[in-house]
């Protein structure tokens, strides 16, 4: 069983940017990152291999929001710029010991508990 810890949430104005971190209890392979806004299905938001050569990204984030991760810290990275409104949600760390897994979130068997984002108009 592999624990993950997010951090790194909070409130921001629309245009500023927020990173977000994942830290999981033991080596895990493929990494993503959803989120689920209030009244709205969770949805994915970006994941990394666990090489980090592979990532994949919605296409409402593409261009302002970056996936990384540090193998030897076991943890992930979202770094989230240029966000707008529209990117409020709790923002969900996700891993599994399968090396990728891109964006099913079903196929992910760890999940964090989460980490609010809100962004002001």
């Known amino acids: 069983q592999v624990r993950l810890v997010e951090s790194g949430g909070g409130l921001v104005q629309a245009g500023g940017s927020l990173s977000l971190s994942c830290t999981a209890s033991?080596?895990?392979?493929?990494m993503g990152w959803f989120r689920q806004a209030p009244g709205k299905e969770r949805e994915f938001v970006a994941a990394?291999?666990?090489?980090?050569?592979?990532?994949t990204y919605a296409d409402s984030v593409k261009g302002r929001f970056t996936i990384s991760r540090d193998n030897a810290k076991n943890t992930e990275f979202l770094q989230m710029n240029s966000l707008i409104p529209e990117d409020t949600a709790v923002y969900y760390c996700?891993?599994?010991?399968?090396?990728?897994?891109?964006?099913?979130?079903?196929?992910?068997?760890?999940w964090g508990q989460g980490t609010q984002v809100t962004v002001s108009s």
């Open positions: 996700a891993a599994d010991s399968r090396l990728w897994l891109g964006a099913d979130s079903s196929k992910y068997l760890y």
């Open positions: 033991g080596r895990t392979g493929s």
């Open positions: 990394i291999s666990r090489g980090g050569s592979t990532t």
